[in-house]
T-cell receptor, first 111, second 110 residues
């Protein structure tokens, strides 16, 4: 069945460091891919999306490129801030209203 | 525009008690779902609904009931609480690929 695998955390970085959180997926169809972010004490919210191969999603300085050949959707940010500390979820959607989420990666950013 | 609301925010139950977690959305979304979030396990789907009067089981439905009498509301019932149901519960709604989440209910069963 469809699944999402993302790197285990926690990831701890200093402010202004480069961030990469790896995500790979398995899907039988042509999924749309997403990154959701969960700030402390809150629900998840959509961070960025890509709906077809080679699309790049971007928002708030974060980027991810839909790579069909490697079945990946890695999240990157060039310079993280303390306010980026959160849990990040990679997710895929193949239709029918159901979304499959990865296990989440917790990011800590130190000042 | 409230989005997805959940009540209560926190709840402590004793083993064997029952309760209902409330969820409401004001976006006229057809699809609603309940997840539980446990450390290291991400989000697991409990039940979902594709419209009023239609519900189905997710991957971890045991011990939970749902109903969907209106588009807006999707309550989750714990029939006889167990310590294994200690978790954070999220309700979500969607009209397509993007899911909108509520703020969550933190439930502790002692």
């Amino acid at each position: 069945g469809d699944s999402v695998t993302q790197m285990e955390g926690p990831v701890t970085l200093s402010e202004e460091a480069f961030l990469t959180i790896n995500c790979t997926y398995t899907a039988t169809g042509y999924p749309s891919l997403f990154w959701y972010v969960q700030y402390p004490g809150e629900g998840l919210q959509l961070l960025l999306k890509a709906t077809k191969a080679d699309d790049k999603g971007s928002n708030k300085g974060f980027e991810a490129t839909y790579r069909k050949e490697t079945t990946s959707f890695h999240l990157e940010k060039g310079s993280v801030q303390v306010s980026d500390s959160a849990v990040y979820f990679c997710a895929l959607y193949t239709g029918g209203f159901k979304t499959i989420f990865g296990a989440g990666t917790r990011l800590f950013v130190k000042a | 525009n409230a989005g997805v609301t959940q009540t209560p925010k926190f709840q402590v139950l004793k083993t064997g008690q029952s309760m209902t977690l409330q969820c409401a959305q004001d976006m006229n979304h057809e699809y609603m779902s309940w997840y539980r979030q446990d450390p290291g396990m991400g989000l697991r789907l409990i039940h979902y609904s594709v419209g009023a009067g239609i519900t189905d089981q997710g991957e971890v439905p045991n011990g939970y009931n749902v109903s969907r009498s209106t588009t807006e509301d999707f309550p989750l019932r714990l029939l006889s609480a167990a310590p294994s149901q200690t978790s954070v519960y999220f309700c979500a709604s969607s009209s397509g690929y993007e899911q909108y989440f509520g703020p969550g209910t933190r439930l502790t069963v002692t």
